[in-house]
C-alpha cells in the first residue's frame, strides 16, 4: 500500500514546509499530499488555512501577502517542533527540490471563484510545463474548481476529496470523471473500495495515523493512506514485507528437511 506524507510530514516536521518535506524524503517517502492557495501575486504557496495566523503567528489572509513575504514568515507555530525558523514554500520551490517524486496529491482549498480562477490557470501550466500528467493529481473538494481544471486540460488527473456520506461521493467523483477519489477514512468500506475500482480511480484515505487503522483499509483494498507519520509507517511496512519475504524461505527450508529425514 502506498504511503503518502500529509503535509510533507505533518507529525513528524513543520507542516507544508521544505525542512518537513525534506525530512520524509531523506526516509524513503517519495508520495506527498499538500494544500494550494493562491498568493497576492499569483503563486501557488503550500499552506492548508487561507490565513497565515494559525501556524505563523501573523494576522492576515494569505491574499493580502506575495509569496516572498510568506517565505520569509516562521512557519512554525502550532505544529511540529522544528529548531530552525521556516517559511511557506511556493510550489515552484517543492518541485524544484526533487526531481524523482513519484506522485503529489496538490489539494485545492476552497476560497473565492475569481482567486479559483486564477490557481487553475497557474496550476495548470505548472503541470504541462513541467509534464507531470502522470506524477500529479490535483484534488479538492470544490467541485466547480474541478471541473475547472478539467476544462482546461483533460489529460490533467483529478481527484474529490470528501468527508461526508451524502451527497453519494463516489456519484460525485464519477460524474467529474475523477481519476482520485480521497476520503476520510473513517467512511471507508470494501463495498465503496469495490465500486470505486471498478470506475477505476485510485482510493486514497485520510488522515490515518494508527497501523491498525492502516491494516483494516488494507484489507479493503484501498490503494493509498495519508499519514502525519509517513517515515514511521513506511517503516512499518518495509519491515512487514521484509519479514514476509523471508518466511517462505524458512517454510520451505523446513519441508524440505522434513522430506529429507522421512525418507531416511
Known amino acids: 500500500m502506498i504511503v503518502y506524507g500529509h503535509r510533507g510530514a505533518k507529525g513528524e516536521a513543520p507542516e507544508n514546509t521544505l525542512p518537513g518535506f525534506i525530512h520524509a524524503y531523506r526516509h524513503g517517502i517519495r508520495h506527498f499530499e499538500l494544500d ?31 509569496a516572498a513575504e510568506l517565505a520569509a514568515m516562521d512557519a512554525r507555530r502550532n505544529t511540529s517542533s522544528w529548531p530552525r525558523p521556516t517559511g511557506i514554500p511556493t510550489l515552484d520551490d517543492l518541485l524544484d ?19 479559483l480562477n486564477i490557481l487553475c490557470n497557474r496550476l495548470t501550466e505548472v503541470i504541462q510545463h513541467r509534464n507531470l500528467y502522470q506524477t500529479a493529481a490535483i484534488t479538492s473538494s470544490d467541485t466547480w474548481f474541478l471541473k475547472q481544471i478539467r476544462r482546461r486540460n483533460r489529460n490533467i488527473r483529478i481527484g474529490l476529496v470528501t468527508e461526508r456520506k451524502f451527497p453519494r461521493p463516489l456519484s460525485i467523483a464519477n ?21 470505486a475500482h471498478r470506475r477505476g ?49 524458512n517454510q520451505e527450508g523446513v519441508s524440505a528437511d522434513s522430506e529429507a529425514l522421512s525418507a531416511t
Not at 97 to 115: A, I, T
Open 97 to 115: 527540490q526533487f526531481d524523482d517524486l513519484e506522485h503529489l496529491q496538490l489539494e485545492v482549498k476552497k476560497d473565492s471563484r475569481q482567486r
Open 201 to 249: 480511480m485510485h482510493v486514497s484515505t485520510w488522515t490515518v495515523n494508527r497501523i491498525h487503522d492502516m491494516l483494516q483499509l488494507e484489507e479493503m483494498g484501498v490503494d493509498s493512506i495519508i499519514s502525519d507519520y509517513p517515515t514511521s509507517t513506511r517503516m512499518f511496512f518495509d519491515n512487514r514485507a521484509r519479514s514476509l519475504l523471508s518466511l517462505p524461505q
Open 36 to 66: 494550494l492557495v493562491l498568493s497576492r501575486d499569483g503563486k501557488p504557496v503550500l499552506v492548508h488555512d487561507l490565513s497565515v495566523d494559525r501556524t505563523t503567528g501573523q494576522k492576515g489572509s494569505i491574499s493580502q501577502y506575495t
Open 175 to 195: 460524474r467529474l470523471g475523477c481519476e482520485y477519489l480521497c476520503i476520510n477514512w473513517k467512511l471507508c468500506s470494501k463495498e465503496l473500495v469495490e465500486q
